[in-house]
């Protein structure tokens, strides 16, 4: 199954705060917000969506191609994906300009503030599946990217018949209620979190019941509270697979996606593979930085069937 991973790519630079943002934010001034966070550690790591759920994905021995656009520095972690199997041919690189970076800092009880420059990825606009590959996937994630390429990319999908998810993520406060009904209009499998489908329910005057009318497979996340897959008529609870520790929350979503997209290739139960994802989640949140958790699909199959019983349906990652 041939499946090309959309989305940004991105440099990471990730910060510990030791103390607690709540404790900053003062309900009767937050109209005039000036905070500065004095942080005891940062690292600079690999990163974005796209490459995020391609890493992870590329851990169960499937070989997705990964598309967006990336600055001149990209040589390294070019180098980086590859080695980590990742087929990186269908990326765009524009010597121009730099990868885009995502700027996180994460305080004691793993609340995040984010922000993110674009860059490279602002670009993602100008291309199309048809501009860097003559083959038609199985399947295409649209992941959070440049808000008018993620609009393109759905419409391309739409036009040529590709099937594909649609994963606002992070842009659902980028996108409009527009954007956001013309990305979901025939996506076979949406995932966000909770708060994500809240904006997302908001913007589009849509009830969470007629997302799921309109939507094949619609997942909703909710990190230590498992995840709830509405699928028809079936609503299944997905439990969270607790950590051995948190170390960092960044990119455990995108975890999940990879996670929930390799047991669907492997042909996997649906409900199987929501808990896939729930297990690749957790081992993002044990490491710092978003690919760094590393895992043999046996060792991954081993842990999982020490905590859940998965009918025999995991065979098939081990015989990949």
């Known amino acids: 199954m041939q499946i090309v991973i959309t989305g940004s790519i991105a440099y990471d630079y990730l910060m510990r705060f030791p103390g607690h943002f709540k404790e900053y934010f003062i309900a009767d001034a937050l109209d005039h917000i000036s905070l500065s966070f004095l942080v005891d550690e940062m690292s600079k ?17 499937i070989r997705p191609k990964l598309m967006g656009t990336v600055g001149g520095d990209f040589g390294d972690y070019r180098g ?8 990186c041919s269908t990326v765009v690189q524009i010597d121009e300009v730099l990868t885009a970076s995502f700027f996180g800092n994460t305080d004691e009880d793993n609340n995040q503030l984010a922000f993110f420059y674009g860059g490279a990825m602002n670009l993602a606009r100008n291309y199309s599946l048809a501009d860097v590959t003559s083959e038609s996937p199985d399947m295409v994630v649209v992941s959070p990217n440049d808000p008018v390429a993620m609009v393109k990319l759905t419409d391309e999908c739409r036009a040529r018949g590709i099937p594909f998810v649609y994963d606002p993520s992070q842009q659902v406060p980028r996108l409009s209620g527009d954007e956001l009904k013309r990305g ?9 979190n909770t708060y994500e489908a ?10 969470l019941d007629e997302l799921r009318d309109q939507i094949e497979i619609l997942i909703v996340t909710a990190s230590e509270n498992g995840s709830t897959v509405y699928a028809a008529d079936e609503v299944m ?5 607790a950590p051995t520790e948190i170390k960092d929350p960044t990119g455990a979503g995108d975890a999940y996606r990879a996670g929930l997209m390799a047991g669907i290739a492997r042909g996997l139960p649906l409900e199987t593979s929501a808990k896939v994802g729930a297990l690749s989640a957790t081992f993002a949140l044990e490491q710092i930085g978003t690919q760094n958790h590393d895992f043999t699909a046996a060792g991954f199959v081993e842990r999982f069937r020490s905590l859940s019983d998965d009918g025999g349906d995991l065979d098939r990652l081990l015989d990949a």
């Open 45 to 61: 790591h690999w990163g974005g969506a796209a490459a995020n759920i391609a890493f992870t994905m590329a851990k169960f021995g």
């Open 237 to 241: 609870e997905i439990p969270a697979f």
């Open 184 to 192: 979901m209009l025939g996506t076979r499998l949406m995932v966000v």
């Open 80 to 87: 980086w994906l590859e080695d980590k199997g990742v087929d």
């Open 198 to 207: 809240s904006v997302i329910c908001s913007k589009t005057g849509l009830t």
